[in-house]
């Protein structure tokens, strides 16, 4: 029989979905196992064929499960608001969801071909109000906490989507979406603050297995430093605070830097000579980003504040002021102390404007650079530190500061505020309206959802607000608390937001009292493996651990982190090794591979690519070995024996496989997983047959990998009533997997009773485990209690009873 994969593919599909054989049940007394992938952003473009290498990976895990007797959650949503669908309405004038709608229509059709085994029924969309409500539901906690609050701020806005955007989404100074010019523009934002959890998003890494390129990048990211804040004197008389990681170089600072923002330049207005020369050059940072203003490489520049002076609290010497753009408002206090000798900006600024450089640790030529990596320097000019290591200085400066009341030990976060407001159409209203009595005052949670209004035209405004605001009949509102005149709040909640505990509503996708029942939620968190991409580590990996852990807190959530194991996948390549895209003309379309080659090929193709953590290129002569090794599979139904069992010859071979492939899947080991089959199938080949038993073991072995081809050969074999999916994943002889065998006794009270052929390498547990299991051991141990097991390696097996 010839193999068709296309009447073959569409007809499992069929049967799976009828028999509901993925749908997870919340009542179960299995064992619960959460795989979950990134739920896919429904984008005009269809599907990438980067998608399926994270969900193909994470079904072959899923798959496994349910064969190892799990109750195996696998569920699949959309990620449906934001910027692209809301940019092609505007351009197309049609309505945002009607783009949805039609996005996700396609999306679904092409993951249904694919065979993943998503439990369908559970199916969610971050757009429905049903869903939203939950989102707003939380925002309202959030707000109630005192941790979704109003400010007016400079914020990143990009020139060309018309929006602020969170620090995360401004990568090296553009938009990380449009690639635009990102200007700073002070406007109020509802913000959550994430920065109270910074300690936590830190420490709970230890409870979670992740890469630790993961865990290292959010450290970083969040940026924990410990230091000092030590007072200095304004000759005003004015404190003026710095925070230094440095306390020990406190006798180096030869001058200070507030930012150009620091608000003790308004204060000291008509003292500075030179008002209108700060004037000029504040204007001039405040059109620069961050990014832009702290590059080491830049140029340094500033302004010295003239009327004005420090004095140095540890030697009482004056020293000058500077306002500089290299000193950011947003960290620590906004002003430093400038140690040249032992910092590069420092020591840079300082030569450009002639200013003193002091050493005070040895070890390096400070005329010539910065000595920074003197951690294990030594103190000279530096009065009452002299002569200590700089990690004794650090510590003595610090108690004598806070003994004289001159300062402090601090610990600071780089980890700003989550910026949380857009100004478009296509997102979840806030549910806050703001009324001049009252303040901000939240929707009572009895008017949720609060459904986003249809409006005429979802362009943004030039001065920055949501196309809503024109909305006056829905703008205008009575006030929840003293029902006089109100406004609602316009902008709507960034594209994170729906992302941000999705995961939770999949367990109970149809609740309408709760985002997720307790119980519901008590059985399936925390997920027990997650997927996604590396550019999400500081963006969705982080916010959604906040949220969560916000969740734990107000007791909504049981488990303080929400995913138990989080790994990451490689991107696929265009076949010339570039990033796949149009204009590159490399994109590969999904459809065509399923239609040509199948979707089991396709699986088993992207799983075979190459290193799953690591990009890898497309190749089409790849594709076609893969199905070539789908037709090998096919064609063992043309040499079945009679024999029974798994023959002698083939024992090795099959043994080593079960126990390769079942292991190199937990290891993210796809592609050897995959040669180990096809090393298989090269042994059957020499041995010219098959038996029923061998091609049972191999079709359920394959079976996560090409689910479709397997169905349809189990159900041709006649093998068993139920489908392959849901058979038991095969066990295999640790002492039949290797040719490299000893001969180990097995004592009982110290008599021998039986000779054993085991695995050189064998480990403890299994020279044990295969002790036990011979018969003749069996029979001596029945009715006794074991008290001690002994492994002596390549020699001996001694167990104990009683
Ligand atoms: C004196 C000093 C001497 C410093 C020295 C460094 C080396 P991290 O590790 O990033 O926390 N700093 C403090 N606030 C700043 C701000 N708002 N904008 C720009 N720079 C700021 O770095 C802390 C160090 O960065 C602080 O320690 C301060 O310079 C500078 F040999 O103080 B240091
Ligand atoms: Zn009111």
């Known amino acids: 029989m010839k193999y068709d994969h296309k009447s073959i593919e569409k007809k499992w599909q069929d049967k799976w979905e009828e028999a509901g054989v993925f749908h997870a049940s919340n009542a179960n007394s299995k064992p619960k196992y959460y795989a979950l992938i990134e739920f896919p952003y429904p984008s005009g473009q269809g599907l990438h064929v980067g998608h399926p290498r994270s969900y193909t990976a994470i079904d072959i895990v899923a798959r496994k499960r349910r064969l190892q007797g799990y109750n195996v959650l696998y569920p699949i949503g959309w990620d449906a608001f934001g910027l692209p669908t809301e940019n092609f309405a505007i351009k197309n004038h049609v309505h945002p969801a009607e783009v949805t709608k039609k996005n996700i229509a396609r999306f679904k059709q092409q993951l249904q071909s694919l065979g993943i085994s998503f439990d369908w029924s559970r199916e969610i969309n971050t757009t429905d109000p049903d869903y939203y409500k939950w989102t707003q539901w939380i925002f309202l906690q959030l707000f109630k906490h005192g941790l979704a609050y109003k400010k007016e701020m400079a914020v990143n806005w990009c020139t060309s989507c018309k929006c602020v955007l969170a620090n995360e989404e401004v990568v090296n100074g553009v938009c990380e979406r449009c690639g635009s010019e990102v200007v700073r523009k002070v406007k109020s934002q509802w913000m959550l603050k994430i920065t109270e959890y910074a300690q936590r998003l830190i420490d709970d890494l230890d409870l979670v297995d992740y890469p630790d390129r993961v865990k290292a990048q959010q450290k970083n990211w969040i940026g924990r430093s410990t230091g000092a804040e030590v007072d200095f004197t304004a000759t005003t008389g004015d404190k003026l605070t710095v925070y230094t990681t440095r306390p020990d170089t406190l006798y180096g600072a030869t001058y200070m830097v507030v930012s150009p923002e620091h608000p003790m330049i308004e204060k000291w207005a008509d003292k500075l000579k030179n008002i209108d020369e700060v004037r000029a050059y504040q204007a001039e940072a405040a059109r620069k980003s961050d990014f832009e203003r702290t590059e080491v490489a830049k140029d340094k520049t500033g302004v010295r504040l003239d009327g004005v002076a420090a004095v140095n609290p540890v030697n009482g010497k004056e020293i000058p002021i500077f306002i500089s753009d290299y000193v950011l408002v947003s960290y620590g206090t906004g002003a430093i102390m400038a140690v040249p000798a032992h910092d590069t900006r420092d020591w840079e600024f300082a030569k450009k404007f002639d200013l003193p450089i002091i050493e005070v640790v040895k070890g390096g030529d400070v005329e010539k650079e910065a000595f920074t990596d003197c951690a294990t320097g030594i103190m000279v000019n530096s009065g009452i530190l002299d002569g200590l290591t700089v990690e004794e200085a650090k510590k003595k400066i610090t108690e004598y500061l806070s003994e004289k009341g001159l300062g402090h030990p601090k610990v600071n976060f780089k980890l700003r505020d989550w910026v949380f407001s857009r100004q478009r159409y296509w997102g979840e209203p806030i549910p806050i309206v703001y009324c001049e009595k009252c303040g901000?005052?939240?929707?009572?949670?009895?008017?949720?959802?609060?459904?986003?209004?249809?409006?005429?035209?979802?362009?943004?405004?030039?001065?920055?607000?949501?196309?809503?605001?024109?909305?006056?009949?829905?703008?205008?509102?009575?006030?929840?608390?003293?029902?006089?005149?109100?406004?609602?709040?316009?902008?709507?909640?960034?594209?994170?937001?729906?992302?941000?505990?999705?995961?939770?509503?999949?367990?109970?996708?149809?609740?309408?009292?709760?985002?997720?029942?307790?119980?519901?939620?008590?059985?399936?968190?925390?997920?027990?493996?997650?997927?996604?991409?590396?550019?999400?580590?500081?963006?969705?990996?982080?916010?959604?651990?906040?949220?969560?852990?916000?969740?734990?807190?107000?007791?909504?959530?049981?488990?303080?982190?929400?995913?138990?194991?989080?790994?990451?996948?490689?991107?696929?390549?265009?076949?010339?090794?570039?990033?796949?895209?149009?204009?590159?003309?490399?994109?590969?379309?999904?459809?065509?591979?399923?239609?040509?080659?199948?979707?089991?090929?396709?699986?088993?193709?992207?799983?075979?690519?190459?290193?799953?953590?690591?990009?890898?290129?497309?190749?089409?002569?790849?594709?076609?070995?893969?199905?070539?090794?789908?037709?090998?599979?096919?064609?063992?139904?043309?040499?079945?024996?009679?024999?029974?069992?798994?023959?002698?010859?083939?024992?090795?071979?099959?043994?080593?496989?079960?126990?390769?492939?079942?292991?190199?899947?937990?290891?993210?080991?796809?592609?050897?997983?995959?040669?180990?089959?096809?090393?298989?199938?090269?042994?059957?080949?020499?041995?010219?047959?098959?038996?029923?038993?061998?091609?049972?073991?191999?079709?359920?072995?394959?079976?996560?990998?090409?689910?479709?081809?397997?169905?349809?050969?189990?159900?041709?074999?006649?093998?068993?009533?139920?489908?392959?999916?849901?058979?038991?994943?095969?066990?295999?002889?640790?002492?039949?997997?290797?040719?490299?065998?000893?001969?180990?006794?097995?004592?009982?009270?110290?008599?021998?009773?039986?000779?054993?052929?085991?695995?050189?390498?064998?480990?403890?547990?299994?020279?044990?485990?295969?002790?036990?299991?011979?018969?003749?051991?069996?029979?001596?141990?029945?009715?006794?209690?074991?008290?001690?097991?002994v492994y002596v390696p390549g020699k001996l097996v001694n167990i104990v009873v009683k």
């Open 440 to 789: 901000y005052v939240p929707l009572p949670e009895s008017e949720l959802p609060l459904r986003l209004p249809d409006v005429k035209s979802y362009e943004p405004t030039d001065n920055g607000e949501s196309p809503l605001a024109h909305m006056t009949d829905w703008v205008m509102t009575t006030c929840p608390h003293c029902g006089g005149k109100a406004k609602r709040e316009t902008d709507t909640m960034p594209q994170w937001a729906g992302s941000s505990w999705y995961f939770l509503r999949y367990i109970d996708p149809h609740n309408n009292e709760a985002l997720a029942s307790e119980e519901a939620l008590k059985y399936w968190t925390p997920v027990d493996w997650y997927n996604g991409g590396m550019e999400h580590t500081t963006l969705h990996l982080l916010y959604s651990r906040f949220w969560h852990k916000f969740l734990y807190d107000i007791k909504v959530v049981p488990t303080p982190e929400p995913y138990a194991k989080r790994t990451s996948h490689g991107m696929i390549l265009g076949e010339n090794g570039e990033k796949m895209s149009k204009s590159r003309g490399n994109v590969v379309n999904p459809d065509e591979i399923v239609n040509e080659y199948g979707a089991d090929t396709m699986r088993l193709y992207e799983m075979f690519i190459g290193d799953f953590e690591k990009a890898a290129p497309w190749s089409s002569a790849g594709i076609k070995g893969c199905r070539r090794f789908i037709e090998r599979y096919w064609n063992l139904q043309n040499v079945l024996c009679e024999d029974k069992g798994v023959r002698k010859s083939l024992e090795i071979s099959f043994n080593k496989a079960i126990k390769k492939v079942g292991e190199d899947i937990e290891a993210l080991k796809f592609n050897t997983a995959i040669a180990t089959l096809m090393a298989l199938m090269n042994d059957i080949a020499d041995a010219g047959t098959i038996t029923k038993d061998e091609l049972k073991i191999f079709t359920v072995l394959l079976n996560p990998f090409a689910p479709h081809v397997t169905e349809e050969m189990w159900a041709l074999m006649k093998f068993d009533g139920a489908m392959a999916c849901q058979q038991a994943w095969p066990e295999y002889n640790e002492a039949k997997c290797t040719e490299d065998t000893i001969e180990i006794v097995v004592q009982v009270n110290g008599k021998v009773r039986a000779r054993l052929s085991v695995a050189a390498d064998i480990a403890k547990d299994a020279a044990i485990a295969a002790a036990k299991a011979d018969e003749k051991i069996a029979a001596e141990l029945s009715g006794k209690t074991v008290v001690k097991e």
